[in-house]
């Protein structure tokens, strides 16, 4: 296994969550504003990056013609004007049909309805029944905001859950990282422990780590 799939594979058995996640990167990494449009699903994975832009998803159905499946698909709304990026029918698409394992966007989705009624695991910014065009876009207006969008999301890990999604950027797919996340899982279960077993409040438990003490032999 990389790396990668180590991480996710942890990740997933775990149910590692967005705040756990958050943490070790610094209270950071949670994409602003994107909600799930269904409570109760945990997703993660590796990124596939996608984008639309001139108020149209032509792209959006171009790219998803090649090989791409077990992926968090990202969809990047650069320049939509608030139209909601796909609907029902892409959705399916993307979940069924391609094997993917969520849909993420900074952008709306429409057909709320049905994306709810199927449950499906999506994480958004909005619904609206105002959809994308279907025509041909000029990408290279756009191939700053573009590459920017890819070099960033794709190929990156990102963790979905009832609180929003966070981004584990590739630069810290590492081992290190890996370890810090490996520690955060144990602090928890420490934590846990002092407060539902041994009935400790949170403020000796969280701010003054008296459980530290303990584990090197020095009295309170």
């Known amino acids: 296994m990389t790396i990668k799939e180590r991480m996710i594979d942890y990740i997933r058995k775990n149910r590692v969550s ?3 996640i958050a943490d070790c ?3 950071n990494g949670a994409l602003a504003g994107i909600l799930p449009l269904n409570p109760r699903h945990f997703e993660v994975g590796e990124i596939y990056y996608l984008f639309a832009v001139e108020e149209s998803n032509w ?3 171009e790219e998803l013609q090649g090989e791409v499946n077990d992926k968090i698909i990202f969809i990047d709304g650069i320049d939509v004007a608030g139209r909601a990026i796909i609907g029902d029918l892409v959705a399916k698409y993307i979940l069924f049909y391609k094997g993917n394992r969520a ?5 709306k989705m429409r057909d709320a309805h049905t994306l709810v009624k199927e449950n499906y695991p999506i994480w958004c910014n909005g619904v609206s029944p105002v959809g994308c065009f279907n025509r041909e876009v000029n990408r290279k207006r756009f191939e700053n ?5 890819y070099d960033f999301y794709h190929g990156a890990i990102a963790v979905c859950d009832d609180s929003g999604v966070v981004i584990i950027p590739k630069e810290r797919i590492t081992e290190e990282f890996y370890q810090s996340i490996l520690a955060m899982e144990e602090q928890e279960d420490i934590w846990y422990d002092c407060i539902d077993r041994r009935k400790w409040s949170t403020f000796r ?5 008296a459980y530290q ?8």
């Open 18 to 20: 967005t705040t756990e």
């Open 25 to 27: 990167l610094g209270k």
């Open 59 to 61: 792209t959006v159905h």
């Open 103 to 107: 849909i993420v966007t900074n952008g």
């Open 145 to 149: 905001e573009i590459q920017k969008g």
């Open 205 to 209: 438990t969280i701010c003054q780590k």
């Open 213 to 220: 003490k303990e584990t090197t032999g020095s009295s309170e």
